[in-house]
């Protein structure tokens, strides 16, 4: 009875919070949403006038945001703000009064890039909210209720039911005061016996069967079990022993094998050995990275220096690749092939195979001065990266195999690192990785291509986890450039990158390749059917 009221109860609360939690979701993921939807519209009537780079408009269309942020409030409780990336308050559907400690809590979350729906505290309240970014301004917006507001009727029912448990629970503890007293007196000297076995382990002694009911039956079936148990007593001895070793074999080949294969592939493998020549089609992330011109490094060192300062890259390379939940498929030569969501899935497995290319620029700077300060030549590297669905499996023989992924998509990786050298740039990726990391990160489009051995073109970008002020006007005016090419304005196109190359990103070569195309179709005008697209004859 207590358990199925304790089952009910709690059933219920967790029913009415989780259905007044997806209320609230929905409800102010609504909003969000409307509100993302005004600011992308704002914005891109900015950009497709060519105003984003003032001022006066962006202020304007800052203070529309919040006009329509004003009119989506519909109680007092609710609230609207957001925060740029210096943690100020700068849009608020009311005046907030927020205590320094709320404003450090508020601005860790913005700083995480954690978005969706939050809980958090506001003006001393428990607040609810969806939040999400907003790139074109710097802003991180809460769309948020007072925690309260929704969840009134939960604390209402769970009072309710806290006192009938209350009330169950003592009438029951009366209830087995009494009977397990009077059900337990028959067993009382077999309990003394167990206990007796317990303490001193003699597995000799026997319990008295003295009446010829459930409980002698008991007694008797006891008396056999312990028969059994000192019989098998000297088996147990012998398979733990034999477990122990065999756990310390086992071990010992882990160790050996994780230098060679993913941990998670090993724990595979032990765990289903059945599956070890089992492929399967799954989405995940690709990532090729090489060392540039590396013949020419190679010989200009010694060969016990160029081992050195290899495995010294390749230790800085993997280690971020691990923390990015990457596992390392294989090298080849001087490259390392990557692979993200697999064996294990992630969250967002492009995310982090970008997150990861970046902190591989990161520790190759570090190498880098490493190698300078010992004298010795500075690497280069190019990655490129894919997401898309490939075969991945233990793919070999019963003597020999090696987990890894074969398919269309690990070739786009690939090419996509060979293009690195031609656009000067250290990470390149493809639309279907933007797609999914373009909320995450800064995210500047390159080029259309048709890589070698594809007829479809493929937009291809490049990314940073942050940008300066000059860099990200500079990246929207580009960005505005790039949808003039491609509409055929080559004018206006060269006008916006000589400005990005001007004022904002001086010394871009992208720039300066973008001029001299314009130029070319500017004396030279394309056909009718030019899209374009720039077609790739080599990796």
């Not at 958090?120 to 970014?133: C, D, H, L, T, Y």
Request: aromatic content about 10%; proline content about 2%; glycine content about 8%.
């Amino acid at each position: 009875m207590v358990t199925t009221l304790l089952v009910t109860g709690f059933a219920a609360v967790f029913s009415a919070e989780t259905g007044i939690t997806r209320v609230a979701i929905d409800f102010l993921g609504f909003k969000a949403e409307e509100l993302k939807k005004n600011a992308d519209n704002q914005w891109s009537l900015l950009v497709s006038n060519d105003l984003s780079g003032n001022a006066e408009y962006v202020q304007t269309t800052k203070k529309a945001v919040e006009g329509f942020a004003q009119s989506l409030i519909r109680s007092e409780t609710e609230l609207i703000f957001a925060l740029d990336d210096h943690d100020q308050v700068v849009m608020s559907t009311r005046p907030v009064n927020f205590t320094d400690a709320e404003r450090q809590d508020l601005a860790k979350t913005r700083s995480s890039g954690k978005t969706g729906w939050l809980r958090f505290v506001a003006e001393g309240k428990e607040r609810v909210a969806q939040v999400f970014p907003f790139a074109p301004f710097g802003w991180t917006i809460w769309v948020s209720e007072a925690r309260d507001s929704f969840y009134q009727g939960v604390r209402e029912i769970q009072q309710q039911n806290y006192v009938i448990l209350a009330g169950s629970l003592l009438f029951a503890f009366v209830l087995l005061l009494f009977f397990s007293s009077y059900l337990t007196r028959p067993i009382s000297k077999m309990v003394r016996t167990m206990r007796e076995i317990i303490e001193d382990n003699n597995l000799d002694r026997r319990v008295d069967v003295e009446y010829r009911d459930e409980i002698g039956r008991m007694s008797q079936t006891f008396n056999v079990m312990l028969t059994e148990l000192s019989r098998a007593y000297g088996q147990i001895k012998n398979f733990a022993l034999q477990s122990v070793l065999a756990q310390k074999t086992e071990q010992r080949i882990r160790n050996v094998f994780q230098k060679y294969v993913p941990s998670d592939v090993i724990d595979e493998v032990l765990g289903n050995p059945a599956s070890m020549l089992v492929g399967e089609n799954r989405a995940i992330s690709i990532s090729f990275s090489d060392i540039r011109s590396f013949t020419t490094i190679s010989e200009s060192l010694k060969p016990d220096e160029l081992v050195q300062s290899l495995n010294r890259y390749f230790s800085l390379m993997v280690d971020v690749i691990m923390e990015n939940g990457g596992t390392v498929d294989k090298y080849i030569g001087d490259a390392i092939m990557a692979i993200f969501g697999a064996p294990v899935k992630g969250s967002n497995d492009a995310l982090l195979s970008v997150l990861a290319g970046i902190g591989m620029a990161g520790a190759l700077d570090e190498f880098n001065r490493e190698q300078v300060a010992r004298g010795k030549v500075e690497f280069h590297i190019g990655i490129g990266i894919n997401f898309g669905i490939v075969t991945v499996g233990n793919i070999g023989s019963e003597k020999k195999m090696n987990y890894t992924v074969i398919g269309d998509g690990v070739n786009l990786a690939s090419r996509l690192e060979g293009l690195t050298k031609k656009y000067k740039q250290i990470l390149l990726f493809s639309e279907s990785v933007y797609q999914r990391v373009g909320r995450h990160v800064w995210c500047r489009m390159l080029d259309k291509v048709v890589v070698k051995g594809k007829t479809l073109g493929e937009s291809i970008y490049t990314a940073q986890l942050s940008l300066t002020e000059a860099e990200k006007i500079g990246w929207a005016t580009w960005h505005s450039g790039l949808e003039a090419y491609y509409a055929r304005d080559f004018l206006g196109a060269r006008t916006l990158f000589r400005e990005v190359s001007d004022r904002w990103l001086p010394g871009d070569v992208m720039c300066q390749e973008y001029i001299d195309r314009c130029n070319h179709w500017i004396d030279s005008p394309p056909p009718a059917g030019w899209t374009g697209l720039e077609v790739m004859h080599e990796k």
